[in-house]
């Protein structure tokens, strides 16, 4: 939700496009984009469905999910990553504070310790650009 959304949209974008340099594009959506998608599932289901509906409908196993909150405690994440450990996603998290109720769902979890927003995010920037780094050095 918020600024985790648009760091999804930018890390979505340096996966399926690119980062530094021309390489094959690899799968990769931002849940949560697709307004005709997103309204549905809210008017229909409500918003702690918004993410894990989309997971639902999309995840398939050997998927990875990166799940970014900055409490560690947002419903719709958590119910995210429940859903994509029941497909059998790997699970990943982009975590503040001490991680939350996030963090035990997650196969592995980047906790940024801290109560400030705005430095979660920026630190889980650095995080995404170093991932878009990996992905480019795997190809």
């Known amino acids: 939700m918020g600024g985790s959304c648009s760091q999804a949209m ?18 990769a959506v931002a849940l949560g984009t697709d307004t005709a998608a997103s309204t549905c599932i809210l008017n229909d289901f409500g918003p702690d469905a918004f993410f ?11 998927d990875v999910f990166i799940g ?31 991680g939350g109720t996030a963090r035990d769902l997650c196969d592995y979890a980047i906790v940024v310790p801290g109560t400030d927003t ?16 990996v992905i480019e050095a795997l190809d």
Request: charged share 20%; glycine share 14%.
């Open 68 to 98: 970014l909150t900055t409490s560690g405690t947002s419903p719709n994440v958590v119910a995210a990553l429940k859903a994509a450990r029941a497909k059998g996603l790997l699970t990943i998290g982009w975590l503040g504070r001490d």
């Open 118 to 133: 705005g430095r979660i995010q920026e630190a889980h920037l650095l995080v995404l650009h170093y991932f878009a780094e």
């Open 10 to 27: 930018h890390f979505a974008g340096e996966v399926i496009g690119r980062f530094r340099n021309n390489r094959r594009p690899y799968a």
């Open 52 to 62: 894990s509906r989309q997971v639902e409908g999309l995840g398939q196993p050997g």
